[in-house]
């Protein structure tokens, strides 16, 4: 787990004046277990995925109630090929990041490109785990969006 990706996003934030508040929980595991750590709405959860199209990694975020559609990911993308990034490959670029613990921002927290799916857009607050399992960040949705600077498309479904 990295203390490292959370001090990166906190510097982030301070930059950007936004408006966050910081949650240490026990470890969790599931997007239901994060919620309920968080006391806050699934559907305020974001599920940052590092995918893998066309040879280059993106990072996609579904809303932590949703699943990522991946036809539909690939369309936005204009990819033809599209994977999950291996646990082996998620580890070596975000340096040393499990699957669960990967916040949802691209540069300069990490060097993918960010895709944030509209469902996301549509909640006041977005929870994320803050590159570990054991610590969140939660924030207006509207100070995450100007902080991150996404691309917004249609790619989740239920």
């Known amino acids: 787990m990295s203390e490292a990706v959370f001090y990166r996003i906190r510097a982030l934030l301070e930059q950007c004046d936004s408006s966050y ?3 240490d929980h026990p470890e969790t595991f599931t997007s239901v277990q994060s919620a309920i750590a968080r006391n806050e709405p ?3 959860g974001g599920k940052a995925l590092l995918m893998k199209a066309d040879g280059a990694f993106v ?3 579904v809303r932590a109630d949703q699943k990522l559609d ?3 990911l690939q369309r936005a993308l204009g990819s033809r090929k599209l994977r999950f990034a291996s646990r082996e490959e998620l580890a070596a670029l975000t340096g040393g990041l499990v699957p669960g613990a990967v916040p949802p921002f691209g540069l300069p927290v990490f060097e993918f490109s960010l ?3 509209e469902q996301v857009t549509r909640n006041d607050r977005i929870a994320f785990n803050a590159g570990m ?3 969140s960040i939660v924030m207006p949705l509207t100070d995450y ?3 991150a600077n996404p691309i917004v498309a249609d790619f989740s479904t239920v």
Do not use: E
Request: proline letters at 0%; glycine letters at 0%; hydrophobic letters at 50%.
């Open 59 to 61: 990072l996609a975020v």
């Open 115 to 117: 895709y944030v799916d």
């Open 133 to 135: 399992l054991t610590r």
């Open 42 to 44: 699934l559907q305020n």
């Open 70 to 72: 991946s036809r539909k």
């Open 21 to 23: 508040r910081v949650v």
């Open 145 to 147: 969006l100007r902080a």
